[in-house]
């Protein structure tokens, strides 16, 4: 079975604090991709990254970065000094067999 | 220029009314999407369409009728709306079915059925 566990309901963070945000997938199948999107109080669903399950490459892009780790089947997502503007509900994703499988998301709360 | 857009952004109706969401997409994409995010935030796929052809339908009531009149729009069409159908709908749309392309998502149709 597929699935997705976000374990972290909520965080709160001040300002300029790094925070990882924890995703662990389930699959049997060798070929897949994981994702994150960020889905700020406007509501709309944004797309992050996507990572295939071929690439254990870990990713930075500005102050966010992934941690894929196939060992323990888990893509993690840090800010590193976060900001107010990065407050939103996180969802990590696996896509397999046509289908996408989304965790529960985490809600970010950065405060000034 | 929305990419993808659904209309209306917010839907209030009474118990037992039968209400419609529109979806258009501007991408070209062949795939289109419904999904529904309770409150507790959970995303649960609806529908896919590819080309206008049903691909997926989960576990779905069948008060729940999408319709693809061409590979640019998927409509939702909703039967005797019950208190449990409060949420929010998202429609989406990718590239093609089986690519694992990213989703890309409209702004979501808030429906409150009272």
């Known amino acids: 079975a597929q699935k997705v566990t976000q374990a972290q309901t909520e965080i709160s963070v001040v300002e300029k604090e790094d925070v990882t945000l924890d995703c662990v997938y389930e699959?049997?199948?060798?070929?897949?991709?994981l994702f994150w999107y960020k889905q700020p109080p406007s509501g709309e669903l944004v797309f992050l990254i996507r990572?295939?399950?071929?690439?254990?490459q870990n990713e930075i892009s500005g102050r966010y970065s992934w941690n894929f780790q196939k060992s323990t089947s888990s893509f993690n997502f840090t800010i590193t000094a976060s900001q107010v503007v990065d407050s939103a509900v996180y969802f990590c994703a696996l896509y397999n067999f046509n289908k996408f499988y989304f965790g529960s998301g985490t809600k970010l709360n950065v405060k000034p | 220029d929305t990419a993808v857009s659904q209309t209306p952004k917010y839907l209030v109706t009474q118990m037992g009314n039968d209400k419609s969401i529109k979806c258009e997409q501007n991408?070209?994409?062949?795939?289109m999407y419904w999904y529904k995010q309770d409150s507790k935030k959970f995303l649960k796929i609806m529908f896919s369409y590819n080309n206008k052809e049903l691909i997926i339908n989960e576990t779905v009531p069948n008060r729940f009728s999408p319709k693809s009149p061409d590979k640019a729009h998927l409509n939702l069409h909703i039967n005797s709306l019950e208190l449990g159908d409060s949420a929010v709908y998202f429609c989406a749309s990718s590239l093609q079915t089986g690519s694992r392309e990213k989703l890309f998502f409209g702004s979501g149709t808030q429906l409150s059925v009272l």
């Open positions: 990572r295939n399950s071929f690439d254990e």
């Open positions: 699959t049997r199948d060798t070929t897949y991709y």
């Open positions: 991408l070209g994409h062949d795939t």
